[in-house]
């Protein structure tokens, strides 16, 4: 058997925020970082022809958010694989929050 996994809000992956969800947390990280992966890989292209000095640096950053996916992976595999799952109690990431249809959220603007 591999090492103990560490309770929800037990691993420094874990949200420093104790009312939100460790399991949801991981999610959103998980979700964001392939946003972000999916992003640099966009302007790494525009870039590569015309700035290939930018377009390094957009690989470098594409390597992080791949590096923190596959770390924020990890510990979401580790916890539902211990049987861990969401806390209702506590507050999802608000990236993760869904709004209901056909209301606006934040990211509506007038």
Do not use: C
């Not at 969800?21 to 959103?28: P, T």
């Not at 799952?85 to 990431?93: E, G, M, N, T, W």
Request: no cysteine; proline share 9%.
């Amino acid at each position: 058997m591999g090492e103990p996994v560490a309770p929800p809000g037990e691993s420094p992956l874990d949200p420093s925020i104790a009312d939100i969800d460790a399991v949801a947390f991981a999610l959103e990280r998980v979700q964001t970082m392939l946003n972000w992966i999916g992003e640099h890989h966009a302007s790494f292209e525009a870039l590569r022809s015309s700035n290939p000095k930018a377009a390094e640096r957009e690989l470098e950053f594409l390597k992080d958010a791949a590096q923190q996916a596959r770390k924020h992976h990890g510990r979401l595999k580790d916890l539902i694989l211990a049987g861990y799952s969401i806390d209702r109690a506590k507050r999802l990431p608000t990236d993760l929050v869904r709004t209901p249809k056909n209301q606006p959220d934040d990211t509506d603007s007038p």
